[in-house]
């Protein structure tokens, strides 16, 4: 990292100016994009831990020949257990797209850069036939089990709300394409936030905390229902879903404890005094926006996400007393399932998303593990959490499943 230096360009017009970013990142590049704005990178010109990344970014020398980029970034995905160690990757080149189409070219490393590297732009993959098999990973039981000792617990008072998941293997006869699974989950769900990583896939709703100067924003995501495709019985289910008490308590508990927990970094912060209906392609979620002005001197979108992560809605509230029961219920590690994904700059600015409706693929790219769970409250019934579990799962099972 010592001996790095970064060039950023004007991305002039041709292919790769209009191309979607997913093309751009490919089955090996990482992706980070919603609604257009993002970036797609390839190569590593440097690891760094995410602890250090904003001082260690910020003393990478950049010349800025565009019409305006903050310089080189770090990616990565923070594990489910707070505080885990993480390293962050720094892009060999990375196209950034500012949400209005103008897009920017940094490349970082140890040579000096004269000139715009050449962009590839992949082809749409080949349609191919699979043959995949879908497997709980880990018995149904265990999970229903989990579910009713949880609901147990907060009825004794023990805490809030704990989230329970499960996992479970899709396996295929060939490789899974992680190009063609992107796109796809691009026609699925433009609105999220399209993240790949180090076999990491997925399509987050979820904005855990964003950092943009001093204005800083999170949308904690709590609560669900199904959608059927019928736009009356949706906003029915969407009606039931606001006026479900069982739901407005596991959305209480997530928004409040964003609220606290940004509050000692604002100057002021402001949040909506009722949840809306968000809705994702497959399912519907009470949200709630809060966004605030920072503190002089202002907090790193790296010191926030420590802060925040895992909110209640991955984790649940008495944090500490909702990991343990998980730890002690699930029976099987998280992962990256239900940490958080994102970037950092060199001003400490950043966007990172909840790691949801994701796929960690095995390193032949022909298995794929993916979790869902759910919040579990005193009146949680465990068919029905089971019932929510495979509404969440269908978004990446329906990405990568095609026959």
Not at 39 to 62: C, K, M, Q, T
Not at 203 to 210: D, F, G, I, R
Not at 275 to 291: D, F, R, T, Y
């Amino acid at each position: 990292m010592d001996r790095l230096r970064s060039v950023t360009f004007d991305l002039p017009e041709g292919e790769a100016a209009i191309a979607s970013l997913v093309d751009i990142a490919g089955d090996d590049g990482v992706l980070f994009v919603r609604d257009g704005r993002g970036f797609a990178g390839w190569g590593v010109a440097g690891r760094v831990n995410i602890d250090s990344a904003v001082e260690r970014l910020a003393a990478i020398p950049h010349e800025d020949r565009s019409t305006g980029c903050s310089g080189p970034l770090a990616f990565g995905a923070v594990p489910f257990s707070p505080g885990a160690p993480c390293d962050l990757v720094v892009p060999a080149v990375m196209v950034r797209d500012d949400g209005t189409g103008h897009r920017t070219v940094t490349v970082t490393g140890t040579d000096e850069v004269d000139a715009i590297p050449e962009i590839p732009v992949r082809r749409p993959p080949t349609p191919k036939a699979a043959s995949f098999e879908v497997v709980p990973d880990g018995p149904v039981d265990r999970y229903l089990n989990a579910v009713e000792r949880a609901a147990e617990a907060v009825r004794e008072g023990r805490l809030a709300k704990a989230v329970i998941a499960r996992p479970i293997r899709v396996r295929s006869d060939s490789t899974i394409g992680v190009h063609a699974v992107l796109r796809r989950l691009e026609s699925m769900f433009a609105s999220t936030y399209r993240f790949s990583f180090d076999g990491l896939i997925g399509a987050s709703p979820e904005l855990l905390v964003e950092v943009d100067g001093l204005v800083v924003r999170a949308n904690p995501l709590a609560g669900t229902t199904r959608t059927t495709g019928d736009p009356e019985r949706d906003a029915a289910l969407a009606k039931a879903l606001l006026h479900s008490e069982k739901n407005q308590i596991e959305h209480r508990a997530a928004i409040e404890m964003v609220r606290d927990t940004l509050l000692p970094y604002c100057s002021y912060l402001d949040w909506t005094p009722e949840p809306s209906i968000v809705k994702v392609a497959n399912v519907q979620h009470l949200g709630s926006l809060a966004e605030g002005r920072l503190s002089t001197p202002p907090a790193t979108v790296i010191d926030l996400v420590r802060a925040l992560q895992p909110t209640p809605a991955v984790g649940g509230h008495p944090r500490d007393t909702a990991l343990q029961l998980i730890a002690e219920l699930e029976g099987f590690e998280r992962g990256r399932y239900g940490g958080a994904i994102g970037w950092v700059d060199g001003h400490g600015d950043g966007t990172w998303a909840v790691t949801l409706r994701c796929a960690e693929l095995s390193e032949d790219r022909r298995e794929a593990r993916l979790v869902a769970g759910g919040g579990i409250v005193a009146d949680s019934v465990a068919d029905d959490e089971l019932a929510e579990t495979q509404a969440k799962l269908q978004a990446m099972l329906s990405a990568i499943v095609r026959p």
